[in-house]
């Protein structure tokens, strides 16, 4: 009697312990899928949904130093990447520009902001270190943006001191992965409003990876690309982050408007840039793409 007694108080003690067990795994919160920010796309002041997309990126990685540099600053209102973070959340930032009438007025929209150093300068790869040492860049900062509208993947390429948790560069989405398309470097040139600017998504995943970050995002424009430091990249659990998968096509008619792009292209679909070179202040800019890169 007592021992079949005490079976049924174990059984039910079973019972008790699985209900409790099932209850907590109810309770408790699913398992995280992936999180791809190009899904939180929002635009406030930037141009295409990179508000959004930073905002997701920096719940899943929260900043610690607070601070961002942005390059291709414009007037730090329209089109801003960094405007959001300053004005409604506080962070720090080197802003710059190297339009002298568009830096004058980026300093004036700052004015009242004492964290935010504005400056008018060229970005190259020579100067880009010497600018974040001379305006008290911290070597931690949270976020870089890279909007030149040349040399970008060479800039990106020349910082080694500064380690940002987050880095959203300008990529040429004219050219589908896994080509890799680098324009050939000069320390004058600038944008003609042709197809002859920056690197392919893939030349920019080879070189964040040799860099230690990996892409998680490319905004809808087809414009920016998002990579974070490879230490926090397994927190987004995106289990396929290759060109092919997130690759955005340019999308000019929205960006421009396809009378300004005059790209020809060769036999075996590589483009090649139209005759015209640059010239700028009577220094002629040869246009040329790198395809080893």
Known sequence: MSVRA????????????????TGWALLAPPRQGEILPANY???????????????????????????????GAGDGVLYSNARRLIVREGWG???IEGDEELAATLARNYVGFPGVRAVHAWVFPGNVELLFEENGVPHDLDLLVIDIDSNDYYVWRA?????????????N?????????VVGFHPMLWWDKSRHFGASIQSMVDL???????????????????????????????????PERLFVPFN????????????????????KP????????????????????
């Open 252 to 271: 000019y008619d929205v960006a421009l408007g396809p009378e300004h792009f005059d790209l020809v292209m060769t036999e075996d679909h590589r483009a």
């Open 274 to 293: 139209p005759a015209e070179d640059i010239t700028i202040d009577e220094v002629r800019i040869p246009k040329r793409f790198r395809f080893d890169r």
């Open 159 to 171: 910082i080694r001191d500064y380690r940002p948790k987050v880095v959203q560069i300008e990529y």
């Open 208 to 242: 964040g990876r040799r860099k230690g970050y990996e892409l998680v995002a490319a905004n809808e424009l087809g414009a920016n690309l998002f990579f974070v430091d490879s230490r926090y990249y397994e927190r987004f659990n995106i289990k396929d982050n290759s």
């Open 93 to 95: 930032a080197l802003l």
């Open 41 to 71: 796309a929002k635009t406030i002041f930037c141009q295409s949904g990179e508000d959004g997309i930073l905002e997701k990126i920096f719940e899943v990685i929260p900043p610690t130093a607070r601070f961002v540099i942005e390059f």
């Open 173 to 181: 989405g004219t050219f589908l992965p896994p080509q890799k398309v």
């Open 6 to 21: 005490g079976g049924r108080w174990i059984t039910l003690g079973l019972v008790l312990g699985l209900a409790l067990l």
